[in-house]
């Protein structure tokens, strides 16, 4: 009698240990989805249940993907890279001077970008300066130049001429002398 408790015994610690360690996940895994959502490039596409969580490594718009945490059970919690929703125009297209809906664009012979924004019902185009230009709208001026290099600005989008600066390494020469900026020389007011 004492054999037969004893294997009845180890029989539910055996069963027991192996429920613990083998939680099933109420999430499916897809590394390489058709579907990308708001995602340029993706990582995966989270599935749990009906809900759809993409995990982004860039978004469409050019935006940081923003790290989100969503608790699917008392044991289950996914972190993910998500990106902010796009939309598609429903009362009209984007003007033809501004057809993409998802990034910047640089104008041919212009010294701006474009972007097509607005609202759904009416799209409209939204402008920045280029990079290496300062101001508003298509109102975009040259960083001005000193020992005969022009300044630049950190990226696109720049507003005010303290933004324009000589990277640090460039080469001067004006009537003063020749040399090179050891620090990113910001102009200043």
């Known amino acids: 009698m004492r054999k037969y408790l004893v294997c009845i015994f180890i029989?539910?610690?055996?069963a027991s240990a192996y429920a613990i360690t083998t939680t099933p996940t109420s999430c499916f895994y897809n590394?390489?989805?058709s579907d990308?959502?708001?995602c340029a490039i993706i990582n995966r596409l989270i599935t749990c249940g009906s809900a759809k969580y993409y995990d982004c490594k860039t978004c469409k718009d050019?935006?940081?993907?923003?790290?989100?945490?969503v608790k699917i059970s008392s044991y289950e919690t996914i972190t993910y890279n998500d990106c902010p929703l796009s939309f598609e125009p429903i009362g009209g297209e984007c003007p033809s001077e501004c057809p993409d809906r998802l990034a910047w664009s640089d104008v041919s012979g212009t010294n701006y970008q474009t972007i097509c924004g607005g609202t759904l019902l009416n799209p409209s185009c939204a402008y920045r300066c280029k990079q290496g230009y300062y101001g508003t709208d298509k109102s975009c001026t040259r960083c001005p130049s000193s020992g005969g290099v022009y300044g630049t600005t950190?990226?696109?989008g720049a507003t005010a001429i303290t933004e324009c600066y000589i990277p640090a390494g460039t080469a001067f020469s004006d009537t003063?002398?020749?040399?090179?900026?050891?620090?990113d020389c910001y102009y200043k007011n």
Request: proline share 10%; glycine share 20%.
């Open 11 to 14: 029989t539910t610690l055996t």
């Open 31 to 33: 590394p390489s989805p």
């Open 36 to 38: 990308t959502g708001n």
């Open 62 to 69: 050019g935006s940081t993907p923003t790290e989100k945490s």
């Open 154 to 156: 950190a990226g696109a």
């Open 176 to 183: 003063s002398g020749s040399g090179t900026y050891t620090g």
